[in-house]
């Protein structure tokens, strides 16, 4: 029997059934294709051991004119910059209170859980505190009492911490006399809740796998934290750009806040309608908005612009309204002949859900519609229009620039902007959007990897809480893949020469494409074809050699490197699947002696090896029709 090849079309295929996709890819994990042939991802490797507090939302990176490099991080509660492999908290601190004297109470005996006394403190359980002035008592030393604590309990001006250490005595007081207490920001939510907002689909209706309905008569964001009413602990998401050398942060809904490089790592962001003086230099807001959904830096007259912000003289916010600061001055909103400073209120939907910068404007997404942002020059500084309407984007970070094309998610569909705005055809929309949990659809975040020309969606599955998910499109081959990893945001390589993530599980910080494992453990990934057939199924089909075709690339030696080729068959339509070989590949293996009968085939390649990276070629096989049933 001659042998022929066995070629696959290249991407995973998920919009037909199995057997129609025959010739094709149709599951997998942890594969990628390029040039038409699939292969093993990268791996990666932390970047810091220390683990970030809260869930991390949104990464952003940028270097100084003193060509120091930074990322700034925005997570469910603290607010960080990556600076030489440490992080820095520049946390925005929302009040510091002195103790009384002997604040701290012991509980019973051996426990960790101590009581602060700390009248009007407003807190919240999840909250965080800095405590410096304090004395060691108990078993306390004083640098265990000064330091970082999250809140477990409130009851008043009691408020619960737990201790590294358990407590010696009983109802011990302690701590001295000049306990300062420093109050971060209210932390925000990790999850969306339940039942708030319009924007889960279908309006009214049920949300597939959230088990819960929406109405109209919500919130108009289903994801924002309520600006009027901060005890609304809405998912916290953050915005982050730089001014210059200096980095702006913004929680959706919520302040905005300015971090100035000048004060060095060890100052805290500032709310940007606080004065502060830097070096001498006194910085006085001038009508800076209070509240907004998103903040931008415009990219070539650098004016900082606000999205869904309050207007000059208000403190509610206007959800369709674009302001922006005079430029080249962060502080100054107050529009005049004399400045650039303005604002433009768009229409013909609710809420702005997101914005973006490209090479020649800035995008806005709105829940009905899209939008460009041009800078025109005096006296209008910005003009706006329309361009496309009845579409919209499924969350804040759901869109991602590649350079030369704008791709992003919408509820339902993927679109492509290139001047024009254009369905993205894609390949397992059914798969991802029959699985997945729309209450937490603000939680998606677009990451691009120029170096392989992909664009990843982490994505919440229906019975997941969390990005448990991804999708990937390559936009240089049109291709398509799926698999499963929990990532909750994403930055292309540019400070590192490896793309760098967030995970929520373990709260790392993680290089990707770095290795073969995950973070010092083995990668498993696997790709299967869609079921063969001859003749439509009426011969069986007889399969008796098999000659694989595999190049290794991994970190490990290459005679430890091997993927497993599972050869599966099927005697009909609905049928199960059978194992009917299984053949170890490695760099030396040649032709291998297999045989088996069946009316449907289908081949599985899989690796769970430390060190293991391998790319599939094209195998032979003498596979052919062999009677009739």
């Not at 304090?134 to 619960?160: H, K, P």
């Not at 709310?271 to 908005?289: A, E």
């Not at 973070?519 to 007889?542: M, R």
Request: overall charge negative; charged content about 15%.
């Amino acid at each position: 029997m001659p042998l022929t090849k066995l070629e696959f079309r290249p991407g995973i295929i998920r919009e037909t059934t199995e057997y129609s996709n025959s010739g094709g890819w149709y599951d997998g994990d942890k594969v990628r294709f390029r040039q038409g042939f699939p292969e093993k991802i990268g791996g990666w490797l932390r970047v810091v051991q220390q683990a970030l507090e809260g869930v991390c939302r949104y990464l952003h990176q940028w270097s100084t004119v003193e060509s120091d490099r930074y990322v700034g991080l925005g997570t469910s509660s603290h607010l960080y910059i990556l600076w030489s492999e440490n992080f820095y908290d520049i946390t925005p601190v929302r009040a510091t209170v002195a103790a009384p004297a002997n604040p701290f109470t012991t509980g019973i005996a051996g426990s960790t859980t101590i009581t602060l006394n700390v009248p009007s403190n407003d807190a919240r359980i999840g909250d965080f505190l800095n405590i410096t002035g304090a004395t060691a008592f108990d078993a306390f030393t004083a640098a265990q009492l000064n330091t970082q604590f999250v809140i477990t309990a409130v009851n008043g001006a009691q408020l619960s911490i737990t201790m590294p250490v358990p407590v010696n005595a009983t109802n011990a007081t302690g701590g001295g006399s000049a306990v300062q207490v420093s109050f971060l920001i209210q932390s925000g939510a990790d999850d969306a809740a339940v039942g708030e907002g319009w924007g889960v689909p279908p309006w009214g209706g049920s949300a597939p796998g959230a088990g819960m309905s929406s109405g109209w008569g919500q919130p108009f964001d289903p994801m924002q934290l309520n600006p009027v009413d901060p005890t609304v602990n809405q998912l916290r998401l953050w915005d982050l750009d730089n001014f210059g050398d200096d980095l702006v942060a913004n929680i959706r809904g919520g302040a905005v806040y300015y971090w100035h490089q000048a004060l060095g790592l060890g100052a805290r962001a500032v709310p940007l309608n606080q004065t502060i003086v830097v070096n001498g230099v006194t910085f006085t807001p001038k009508d800076v908005p209070i509240v907004a959904s998103q903040i931008i830096v415009s990219p070539n007259d650098r004016h900082l612009i606000a999205f869904g912000c309050n207007d000059v003289g208000q403190t509610a916010p206007n959800l369709m309204l674009v302001r922006w600061s005079d430029a080249e001055d962060a502080y100054t909103w107050t529009p005049l002949r004399t400045n650039s400073a303005g604002g433009q209120p768009l229409s013909g939907a609710s809420f702005i859900i997101c914005a973006m910068r490209t090479t020649a404007n800035i995008l806005i997404w709105t829940d009905l519609g899209m939008w460009t942002m041009t800078y025109i020059g005096m006296p209008y500084v910005f003009g706006f229009q329309p361009i496309a309407e009845g579409l919209s984007i499924i969350g804040p970070n759901a869109c991602i620039n590649t350079g030369s094309i704008v791709l992003w998610m919408d509820r339902g569909i993927f679109y492509a902007y290139t001047g024009q705005v254009q369905e993205l055809p894609c390949a397992v929309k059914d798969y991802v959007f029959n699985d997945f949990n729309f209450l937490q659809g603000y939680k998606v975040y677009a990451g691009h990897n120029h170096s392989f020309s992909e664009v990843f969606w982490f994505y919440p599955s229906a019975n997941s809480l969390e990005n448990d998910r991804y999708v990937i499109y390559n936009y240089g081959e049109q291709t398509w893949s799926i698999g499963q990893l929990e990532r909750t945001s994403w930055l292309d390589m540019g400070r590192a020469y490896y793309p760098i993530a967030t995970d929520r599980a373990n709260g790392f910080l993680y290089y990707h494409n770095y290795g073969d494992d995950a973070d010092g453990q083995p990668l498993p990934a696997w790709i299967e074809s869609a079921d063969i057939d001859a003749n439509g199924g009426d011969h069986y089909l007889f399969m008796s050699r098999l000659i694989p075709d595999v190049v290794f690339r991994g970190t490990a030696a290459e005679q430890d490197q091997s993927v497993g080729i599972t050869i599966l068959t099927r005697s009909g339509p609905g049928k199960p699947k059978q194992t009917a070989a299984n053949v170890t590949v490695n760099s030396h293996t040649g032709l291998q002696t297999v045989r088996l009968r069946d009316r449907q085939i289908s081949f599985r390649i899989s690796s769970d090896g430390p060190g293991v990276g391998w790319r599939l070629g094209t195998m032979r096989t003498d596979l052919q029709p062999d009677g009739q049933k």
